[in-house]
């Protein structure tokens, strides 16, 4: 079949009525669809199901310390636990701060400092108007944190090696710019993953700001859908090569490894960024959950381990993705309507549409019952300028409701493009 925009009045009309058609019938079926947000499945969570075991009577409560993990202290965190991110990051355990669930909680709270007590300097609140940098499309908790504070987020855009480096370079020469949003391998929602050319350029910027730094979110670090997957140059190594070594801050969980909910998080920095952070942690907990964290130590002896348990994600994951591939490439494959990402991991696939038409198909398969995450939530205030992209989020649902997902996703598409073409 010919591309929607080679065929003639008379022929996007036929299609029109074909696709409506379609259209209404999955209507119908009053389905409940869920493809909105990156959460594991139940079946992914339940290859954890043995954490529940791992710390009790039976088991004790102390670590390799001699720790008694129900009492308070240990303000950064258990030192098994720094030694697996250590390896997870390529990093020394002694530039590990372990916390609780929430690496999403550990960057707020860094934003939240560094505008009341400084990063190193004068509170970023007493130097005026405060600027981020945000590669897009992006993730949009990050753009939320950026905005609850105030700060004015200027888009980066991204491309097949990261973000656009030239610009990031252009824009640092601005001391009100204090940072930049990084998601260095498989990028939420593009699934990039950042060359060695972008790292290194990174860890060499010479920002007009002192305090200026790279919240450098290493989310998917362990998580490939093939054995083949991308490697990430290490971000730490190159700024201290450059003489950089406190421009990055670096976080990473195991939200999408065991379980979202009662995971553990941990942020990672120099040894001067990581006393500084410590020397305020002090005044808001005397520790973290350590026998979550215990839990999580010994399930995960070694990086080896944390492989081992996340090729059996990758089997569960892989199909869930290539399903939405499959129907994409055949469904609107030769409708030259759309674009897309094949991401070799994490968590998300990005859909573009034609401009003007994002919000419609979100409307489309809202209606049809299906959630999608908010077109534009990838840019900062939800604005896409093009109207274009779309978040898609396969872990969820079952092999069976991503088909059906699929299939209202696809017909969205082709309905709000016929709409626009026709101009209904």
Known sequence: MSGYYEMSKEQLKSEYTSVKAEYEHLRSMGLSLDMSRGKPGFDSMNMSASLFELVGNQTGFKNESGIDCRNYGGLDGLVELKKLFAEILGLEPEQIIVGGNSSLNMMFDTVA?????????????KQGEVKFLCP???????????????????PVAMNDEGPDMDAVEELIKDEKVKGIWCVPKYSNPEGITYSDSVVKRMASLKPAAEDFRIFWDDAYAVHDLYDEGDTLLNLYDECVKAGNPDLPIIFTSTSKI?????????????????????????????????????????????IEDVKKHMKKHADVLRPKFEEVLTQLDSQLGDKKIARWTYPKGGYFISLYVQNGCAKRVE?????????????????????????????????????????IASAVLCVAVKLATLEKLLKI
């Open 113 to 125: 400092q560094a505008m009341t007590h400084g990063m190193g300097g004068e509170p970023w609140l």
């Open 258 to 302: 065991t379980f979202p909910g009662a995971g553990v998080a941990a942020e990672a920095a120099s040894p001067r960024n990581v006393a500084l952070l410590k020397g305020r942690m002090k005044y808001q907990t005397i520790g973290p959950d350590k026998l979550n964290q215990l839990r999580h130590a010994r399930m995960f002896k070694s």
């Open 363 to 403: 409307e489309l398969c809202s209606d049809a019952g299906l959630v999608l995450t908010p077109a534009g939530a990838a840019y900062p205030y939800g604005l896409d300028p093009d109207d274009s992209n779309i978040r898609i989020a396969p872990s969820y649902p079952s092999i069976e409701e991503i088909k």
């Open 136 to 154: 897009v499309p992006g993730y949009d908790r990050h753009f939320s944190i950026t905005e609850y504070f105030g700060i004015k987020m200027i």
